[in-house]
């Protein structure tokens, strides 16, 4: 297998951890380059269910080695008790996960912040899920961020603490009624923090370049989806970090001649969770039998995603921010009982055709998308594995994607376990 990026092409929650499951078997290095535990990627084996929010799914291969790289913002308690439950359910985790010295920790003080921010925007909540993974990466680009490696220089940790609560407790205690947090107490916590860390903590970007030029295969693991990247999504509905393919780069320290190919994760049909402009939303039975079929809550928060059907605009926008090669498609299966299935290739905007995803929030918003309709199919997809078994307007409903978007699928996902798929093209190719 090559060097691999697989990125959520549409808004998060497209099936990323089964993929890169799945993809792992053929890969020697997993690596994940942003985001924090407000992600949840699951994956099923068997009659198991695992459901991962920090570390790279490849965990569940032996062998593997998972990177943490110095994209992400890091919450220790929560990496830490992810740890302890894979290890409770018979998971090795020790020198096969690798945690990047140059990774922000989230505070307390930031899902403190990040609660009470989020509260005073009433009507015009974000949907964060309120763990402190904005604020984390906003200390991180104002510069008075906290890193792993700082754990390993306690004095220096301490300062660095002290010194970020002389604007938290005066905020807290004056802006918005709130009790001033200690000093003492957070760095006798961390202290704890890194000690359960400190095997598991390294330079990852000179292990990856290693593994690189030692032939190792490479993939690369991006959390959320690319209309939530900070830059190219839908903002201020974005998560805080690049989820775009080029946040792999910045996120892990290598170069883009490293990258052979990049793989685009599309649910068969749109969903997504929290505030924020959403054309292709179905708020009628439609979207909820969509909800129901699909299981479409938040593997991190529970919260009921928002259904819609497949849209072509965000996906032309994918292909080019982020340089697709290949397409896979997850949740196929979904659409099997359905007469008639919509899909938008263009929206509408005071009388005006647009097929490129318009950058003004309060052009989106006002934008009426387009459909085409296209026959569904009775016939079961679910656990299909052969692209040839699957119902023949399942194909043609495949193959139209293929064409409008100009790029081809490369794997199909017909269900939740690692068997339920079709490889249309051999990964087991090196570079």
Not at 32 to 59: C, D, W
Not at 311 to 337: E, P, Q
Not at 378 to 395: G, M, Y
């Amino acid at each position: 297998m090559a060097n691999i990026i697989v990125v959520g092409a549409q808004w998060g929650d497209e099936g990323k951890g089964k993929v890169v499951d799945c993809l792992t078997e053929k890969a020697n290095v997993v690596a994940r380059y942003q985001g924090g535990h407000n992600a949840g990627h699951t994956v099923v084996i068997g009659n198991e269910q695992f459901i991962l929010h920090l570390i790279p799914s490849g965990i569940l291969h032996k062998e593997k080695l998972c990177v943490m790289g110095n994209g992400l913002v890091i919450f220790p308690e929560a990496l830490i008790e992810e740890i302890e439950e894979l290890r409770k359910r018979k998971v090795e985790v020790g020198d096969n996960l690798k945690v990047s010295k140059n990774a922000h920790m989230i505070m307390p003080y930031h899902a403190i912040m990040d609660g009470i921010k989020e509260s005073k925007k009433g009507d015009k909540k974000i949907g964060t899920t309120g763990r402190g993974i904005g604020p984390a990466y906003a200390d991180k680009i104002a510069r008075s961020g906290i890193r792993i490696s700082d754990l390993y220089w306690p004095e220096l940790f301490k300062e660095k603490i002290t010194n970020n609560l002389v604007e938290i407790n005066f905020l807290l205690k004056n802006l918005y009624n709130e009790e001033p947090l200690d000093a003492v107490a957070i760095y006798d916590t961390y202290m704890r923090y890194a000690q359960a860390l400190a095997q598991h903590v390294d330079d990852t970007d000179v292990i990856i370049d290693n593994a690189i030029k030692a032939g190792k295969q490479i993939l690369f693991e991006g959390a959320q989806g690319t209309m939530l990247d900070i830059d190219h999504g839908t903002y201020p509905y974005v998560t805080s970090s690049s989820a775009c393919a080029g946040g792999a780069m910045t996120g892990l320290g290598v170069g883009p001649k490293t990258i052979d190919e990049v793989l685009g994760v599309v649910k068969a049909y749109t969903t997504r969770v929290g505030g924020g402009p959403f054309p292709t939303e179905l708020e009628n039975n439609v979207g909820e039998l969509l909800r129901e079929k699909g299981g479409e809550y938040g593997a991190t928060t529970g919260r009921a995603r928002r259904c819609g059907w497949l849209d072509l605009v965000v996906l032309r926008h994918a292909v080019r921010v982020n340089g697709l090669t290949g397409l896979i498609i997850t949740k196929l299966d979904i659409l099997d009982g359905f007469d008639k299935i919509d899909v938008c290739v263009s929206y509408k905007y005071k009388g005006k055709i647009l097929n490129d995803f318009p950058k003004e929030l309060p052009v989106l918003e006002a934008c009426e998308p387009l459909y085409e309709q296209f026959d569904g199919w009775t016939e079961s997809s679910s656990n299909v594995q052969s692209f040839a078994k699957l119902p023949k307007n399942a194909r043609a409903y495949l193959k139209m994607i293929e064409e409008k978007l100009g790029v081809p699928i490369v794997i199909i996902s017909t269900g939740k376990t690692r068997d339920d798929i079709i490889y249309l093209k051999d990964f087991q190719t090196t570079r």
